[in-house]
């Protein structure tokens, strides 16, 4: 997965048609995850699409796994992705990922249908994150 610094440099310098191709292309990119994790567990609540993020690894270092069964969706997940993979949990939990989303103007690039599901999404993955970091003492 490209570094979200540089996926957003290309996203800035494309109109809109080209930003909806980007973010299914970046979907298309996410690391494959085996159907066997997407459960109820797993599922983000409040999106109009399905989307699962599945986390692994351990407090030094989070990896994740996400899929959605709609391509702008999957697009938007894999952004929170970007923006999280590979980190430690400490500053995974400490990362306002809203803030580094912002330069991506979701809300008025896609509709309000698309969006709607961002929070939960950022909100699930910073949740394991905390809940990680707390249990490894930091």
């Known amino acids: 997965m490209r570094p979200l610094a540089d996926i957003a440099e290309e996203y800035d310098f494309l109109d809109p048609d080209e930003r909806y191709r980007l973010l299914i292309e970046l979907g298309r990119e996410l690391e494959a995850m085996p159907d066997a994790l997407k459960t109820d567990a797993t599922l983000v609540r409040g999106c109009s699409a399905q989307v699962w993020v599945y986390p692994t690894g351990d407090a030094g270092k989070l990896h994740y796994l996400a ?72």
């Open 67 to 138: 899929d959605s069964n709609a391509a702008i969706t999957k697009g938007i997940v894999a952004l929170v992705v970007a923006a999280v993979q590979d980190k430690p949990a400490a500053d995974i939990a400490a990362l306002d990922i809203a803030e580094l989303l912002a330069p991506f103007d979701l809300k008025n690039q896609l509709s309000s249908n698309r969006t709607q599901g961002l929070p939960n999404m950022i909100a699930l993955v910073q949740d394991h994150a905390r809940r990680i970091s707390a249990g490894d003492g930091g």
